[in-house]
């Protein structure tokens, strides 16, 4: 993460998103999240791809301090904290979103998933605006 | 890029696609071609980010093992190679759209640039047809 936090001064667009979420799981973080209506670090754990624990705490750790996601305690578990999408967070969804189509045109693979691509075909505005309120 | 070289059999196209492109760098070797018309490995080594030699070295072989960029000879300069962006490169435009205008909307420091942002309001259609044909 040491390089991944720190921020390059060009001042592009480009670059100031790559320095938040480019990297192999941060948006993954976010999929589950956005997509899977996973809210806590238990349940996000259970991502496919397998997260290692401290990936996932230190991902969870740098979206809450790049205004990303918002962290609460759990009303029904003291315990536990509950992880929310800001404003910052949920104006992702296009970014996943082309993603998504991307991969979709060029993941030939024979295990490829395409259930989520094709309700982007048939309403994407609809499937945009249920990603922005998940 | 070991890790980054590594496909993960989730099937989701999120992973996927960062499985290719989700690093510091990939998609800024990225730009420099499709919105600065950079062709030759001395152009992009020029970016304003400063990558290092050995990471665009890698960054270009890994995109052109994926398929997304063509490397052959310079007709005028038979030791130099220019790199040209495939139909895969080319898709690869309106993700870098929407990362700029996420950034556009929450890049607050005073260097930010927006005047890339500026042409996507204008006519996005107009200007992703650009990024395609460059």
Redesign the interface.
């Known amino acids: 993460m040491q390089?991944?936090n720190r921020k390059?001064?060009?001042?592009?667009?480009?670059?100031?998103?790559?320095?938040i979420f480019?990297?192999?799981?941060t948006?993954?973080v976010i999929?589950e999240i956005m997509l899977r209506g996973k809210r806590t670090y238990s349940e996000i754990l259970e991502a496919?791809?397998g997260i290692a624990t401290n990936i996932l705490i230190d991902r969870l750790k740098h979206l809450e301090s790049e205004g990303i996601l918002e962290k609460r305690r759990d009303p029904e578990n003291r315990r536990s904290f509950i992880y929310n999408l800001t404003k910052?967070g949920r104006?992702?969804a296009?970014?996943?979103?082309?993603?998504?189509?991307?991969?979709?045109?060029?993941?030939h693979?024979p295990?490829?998933?395409?259930d989520?691509?094709e309700k982007i075909r048939k309403d994407r505005a609809g499937f945009e605006a249920d990603l922005r309120d998940s």
Do not use: M, Q, T
């Open positions: 390089e991944k390059r001064a060009s001042g592009c667009p480009i670059a100031f998103g790559l320095d480019g990297d192999r799981w948006l993954l999929r496919d791809e910052k104006d992702l296009p970014i996943l979103i082309e993603i998504i189509i991307w991969s979709g045109a060029h993941d693979r295990n490829a998933r395409h989520v691509l």
